[in-house]
């Protein structure tokens, strides 16, 4: 166990951890073992059957009651602590409260319960401390554990570290640097959810987590959901959320009934949410999600469809939108499995380096030294390999290692692999800059970890003159690029290892 931070009062989320040296990329801020674990296994006993029994007449998930048992068998020490955790407030009106409140005064009167004291009040803040901070280890579905310093790392949008379980131990890494002093940050949400616009992230947390964003990134311009602009057509119309403090005591926005801002110096027109057509955002954001994005719908769409949504929601919500490269990303994603799985393509390696350019333009702005932005720029390094632009998959490589170290470490195999291809293919700059270790602690290959949860712009806008996709001309049924990836990579392989001296 060690811990480089502090825990201090911070405006909006109360008790938080922040940095008590600086930091670089790559280094451990804190390593902790749980304070109380909390398995998700339900065991063949009366206890579990009452318990499941009172969450399906609440309507309450069986597994959200579960840590019930651990909490009244713990300490009283380890109780104290845990009361010192933020507790999110209800409406004491809303159905969310009233199936809770339910549920938890029968709990607290199950005799196998009631001998250990605990109110129900005590309970009901205890179930909702864990929605705001509690961590997965394990597989993220079988063990579920509180941290005493762990769990108050609070969440941003835009976060500084990344968490990692190793065994049962949490442990947190700086993704960039961080000054002393700095609030310590990680994202409660992963993956595509950060790629969304500040109203649907928020959206989510609210659900899944019962408090509403107040990070730098939710009280800002949304550089997510750039639109159209209805006056002069500009690309990067941008909405401003207001009246809303951030944990950093940053000032809110004042309150406006016109938060949309052009930033085209010659209109900066402003706009009121009714002029935007927000329904229309709404419902394509359903069938993005829902049709395309989802991965069981990947092989069962129409081949022509992608490419006329991807058309839709660059028209109606411009090239900039978050829908718009989501997108571009699953196009990409169905092209490659029906590639893989010996269907027709639905497009061509032109416009799929096209869409890897754009993807990782618009990360460039809108989520910039990020881990998404290094996980995207892997991916468009991979599609220009498999294309054969080798200038392009060192430069997209180049710009994933530094991040990505911090999660695979030095030496993972992911690293290795992009950094012999920059090594063959990149300019000296490149293999400098990739070959550049970061300050993580590679651990041995034996122990688990498993994971807890770049190009030109214009004055931090993305630019406007891209060049547009054209609609691609109708695939083969095999493509020459494709068909050679194997053969190509084993080929890669055998020099790599003659040029280690290594048999072929």
Known sequence: FFSDMDVVELPVVWRAAVAARNFEVGEEILREPPLLLLPKIRQDTPLFDSLDAIANKHHVAEKVLYPCIYYCRASEEIKSKVKEFYVPRLDEDGLQYKRYHGAVTEVAELPELKASGVPWEELLDFILILRCNVHMIGDGTKTSALFYLGSKVTHSCDPNCMALAIGIQLVYRAIRPIVKGEPITFSYISGFDLWKSTPARRELLLDQRFFTCCCLRCTREDRCRYRICPECGDQNLCRYESGQLSYMGQDPTPPTDTPWFCQNAECGKKFKDEDMDLEVEKALQYNVLENFFSTK????????????????????????????????YSHMAMHHTALNSGQKPLSTGKDCLVWADRLCKWMEVAM????????????????????????????WFTRAIPVLRVHHGNHGKDIREMLAYIEEHGSPEQIVVASKPCRVIDMGKNVPVVSVKNSPTTNGKPSNDEGKITEAPEAGPVDPAVTKKQAKREKIKEQRKLRKGGRA
Do not use: D
């Open 297 to 328: 719908q990947i092989t069962s769409v129409h081949p022509e469809l992608p490419q006329t949504m991807l058309k839709v929601c660059e028209e109606k919500l411009g090239r900039n939108h978050w829908l718009t490269l989501l997108m571009i």
């Open 368 to 395: 910039p030294n990020t881990m998404q932005q290094a996980v995207i720029a892997k991916f468009a390094g991979q599609t220009a390999e498999v294309y054969g632009v080798p200038e392009l998959a060192s430069l």
